[in-house]
């Protein structure tokens, strides 16, 4: 069973760095075939895809176009999870932040981290 | 990339069947098969319901069932139940390897 585990602060200050971690067990961040995901929900905007990475014989990233300019998905293999980093926070970014996977030919999103509720605030 | 269409809200009463719409355009929903709806409980996480237009993960009740038409997909729930009162989102691959969501539907069972 696939469990992804999320961990980083609640809170961060406009203009810093949003740095959030999922780690993942009963799976590897560098199978073949598989992707792993960041999203965001706010009453404002709904649910919002923020980017994934992925392992083809190398490393991949895809990322929405609303936030390409200000973030950042790495896999960190020697520990077997996945970070999100989104630089120059607003109060906009407020959010309820999930990691989830999808796989190839498979474009939906089977796991999902529990959330983590992150506030932009002075 | 623009976020799918949604009824913000629908309501039923037990027993019924509900339609949810979603709608996006010819280069998410209208080009591919793989629309998927999310139900989501308040404080919970999103749950996968239906994946590839009109499949249902194991566990997933076939009270549930999804369907596709041009650029819109829907999602019927049948036999409306107490616990079936929660928020659905449906969600599409999109071209250049991104995905979009839609804005989400409340659920109410009278």
């Known amino acids: 069973q696939v469990q992804l585990q999320q961990s980083g602060p609640g809170l961060v200050k406009p203009s810093q760095t949003l740095s959030l971690t999922c780690a993942i067990s009963?799976?590897?961040?560098?199978?073949?075939?598989?992707?792993w995901n960041w999203i965001r929900q706010s009453p404002s905007r709904g649910l919002e895809w923020l980017g994934r990475?992925?392992?083809?014989?190398?490393?991949?990233?895809d990322y929405a176009v609303s936030v390409k300019s200000r973030v950042t998905i790495n896999p960190d293999t020697s520990k077997n999870q996945f970070s999100l980093q989104l630089n120059s926070v607003t109060p906009e970014d407020t959010a309820m932040y999930y990691c989830?996977?999808?796989?190839?030919?498979?474009?939906?999103?089977?796991?999902w981290g529990q959330g983590t509720l992150v506030t932009v605030s002075s | 990339q623009s976020a799918l269409t949604q009824p913000a809200s629908v309501s039923g009463s037990p027993g019924q069947s509900i339609t949810i719409s979603c709608t996006g355009i010819?280069?998410?929903?209208?080009?591919?098969?793989?629309v998927s709806w999310y139900q989501q409980h308040p404080g919970k996480a999103p749950k996968l319901m239906i994946y590839d237009v009109s499949n249902r993960p194991s566990g997933v009740s076939n009270r549930f069932s999804g369907s596709k038409s041009g650029n819109t997909a829907s999602l019927t729930i049948s036999g409306l139940q107490a616990e079936d009162e929660a928020d659905y989102y449906c969600s599409s691959y999109s071209s250049t390897n991104t995905r979009v969501f839609g804005g989400g539907t409340n659920l109410t069972v009278l």
């Open positions: 990475t992925y392992y083809r014989s190398k490393w991949y990233n």
């Open positions: 010819s280069s998410d929903i209208g080009a591919y098969n793989y």
């Open positions: 989830a996977r999808d796989q190839d030919y498979a474009y939906f999103f089977d796991y």
């Open positions: 009963g799976d590897s961040v560098s199978r073949n075939s598989a992707a």
